[in-house]
C-alpha cells in the first residue's frame, strides 16, 4: 500500500532518512500548544472533553436497570461466598488452634 510518500511497508532505497538534512534539525518545540495561552489551552481541553462525550452510547432506561441489577446479585452473592469461605477458615482455626 503506498502514499503520497512513497510506500508504507517498505521505505525508497538510496533514502537514508538518518542522512537528510531534515532530521539532523533539532525537533519543534512547542507546535500549536506552545502558542496557546493556559486559559486557551484549557478551554480546548474542556471543547475536546464535550466532544467525546457527545460520541458515547449511553445506555436505555432499561439496560441501565438490568445492567444494575445485575451487578447487585453479583456483589451479593460474591458477599456469600467470601463469608462462606471466611467462616469456614474460622472453624478450622478454632479446631487447629482451639
Known amino acids: 500500500m503506498t502514499d503520497a510518500l512513497g510506500s508504507i511497508d517498505m521505505p ?5 532518512e538518518d542522512s537528510s538534512p531534515e532530521s539532523q534539525k533539532k525537533p519543534r518545540r512547542g507546535g500549536k500548544r506552545g502558542k496557546k495561552g493556559p486559559f486557551a489551552r484549557l478551554a480546548l481541553f474542556y471543547r475536546q ?3 467525546e462525550l457527545r460520541k458515547v452510547v449511553w ?5 441501565l436497570s438490568s445492567y444494575t441489577t445485575v451487578v447487585i446479585v453479583f456483589v451479593a452473592i460474591i458477599i456469600g461466598l467470601v463469608t462462606v469461605i471466611d467462616l469456614g477458615i ?3 482455626v ?4 482451639g
Open 90 to 92: 474460622n472453624r478450622v
Open 59 to 63: 445506555p436505555t432506561r432499561g439496560q
Open 49 to 51: 472533553i464535550i466532544a
Open 12 to 16: 525508497e532505497r538510496g533514502r537514508s
Open 94 to 97: 478454632g479446631y487447629v488452634f
